[in-house]
């Protein structure tokens, strides 16, 4: 099966700053069609679980501009500039290229 | 507005099954892809199956025989079964619509249950 590795299990930082957080894969997510099929979620206590981004780097409807996905291949990007107090979250990325679709094993922000 | 809500016993004895329900209201189920994912203390997060639009059903290998994802279309309901849980079970467990064609993503999640595993 396909390994996600994101190395940060928690990041630090301070509102307004901007972060990134990785997510490497064992093998390429590329498919035939040209996507990559890595997405990107965030987990609010009390809240339900929200899909940021799908085929690396496209928002989902709604999601903020500062929430940028990017990378290609084995290694991705989560990036969020200028983070609000609702950011602070654990934020995991998913591949669905292949069965079993695997997470990674998150990242939290944390208020510094 | 697409909503999913779990539904099901917080607490389950060791070899017994577990079984879970998600309701699903603003979209039918005999469209899409239909899954179950769990969150295990410590954050680790595992998908362990989905439905499709046709009823067919794919698993996590990890799960082996233990599982069975079922629905009734009358009620818009599909339905989790783990058979011979043990305390390795216990989680918070998710349905989400997903991933179905062109985007293969979860795009709607449920609040999630907790399931305790537990004499």
């Known amino acids: 099966q396909i390994t996600l590795t994101q190395q940060a299990e928690s990041l630090w930082i301070s509102p307004g700053e901007r972060v990134s957080i990785t997510c490497r894969a064992s093998?390429?997510?590329?498919?035939?069609?040209?996507?990559?099929?890595l997405s990107w979620y965030q987990q609010r206590p009390g809240q339900t679980t929200k899909a940021l981004i799908y085929?690396?780097?496209v928002r989902t409807d709604g999601v903020p501009t500062r929430f940028i996905g990017s990378g290609s291949g084995t290694e991705f990007t989560l990036s969020i500039e200028h983070v609000q107090p609702e950011d602070f979250a654990i934020y995991y990325c998913?591949?669905?290229?292949?069965?079993?679709?695997?997470f990674g094993a998150g990242t939290k922000l944390e208020l510094k | 507005e697409v909503q999913l809500q779990e539904s099901g016993p917080g607490l389950v004895k060791p070899s017994q099954s577990l079984s879970l329900t998600c309701s699903v209201t603003?979209?039918?189920?005999?469209?899409?892809?239909w899954g179950w994912i769990r969150k295990f203390p410590g954050n680790k997060m595992e998908w362990m199956g989905y439905i499709s639009y046709s009823g067919s059903t794919s698993y996590n290998p990890s799960l082996k025989s233990r599982i069975s994802i079922t629905r009734d279309t009358s009620k818009n309901q599909f339905f989790l079964q783990l058979n011979s849980v043990t305390t390795e079970d216990t989680a918070t467990y998710y349905c989400?619509?997903?991933?179905?064609?062109?985007?293969?993503?979860?795009?709607?999640w449920g609040q999630g249950v907790m399931v305790t595993v537990s004499s």
């Open positions: 603003g979209y039918s189920i005999t469209s899409n892809y």
């Open positions: 093998q390429s997510l590329l498919y035939t069609d040209g996507k990559h099929y």
């Open positions: 085929h690396a780097s």
């Open positions: 998913l591949q669905t290229l292949k069965s079993p679709y695997t």
């Open positions: 989400a619509r997903g991933p179905g064609y062109p985007s293969y993503y979860f795009d709607y």
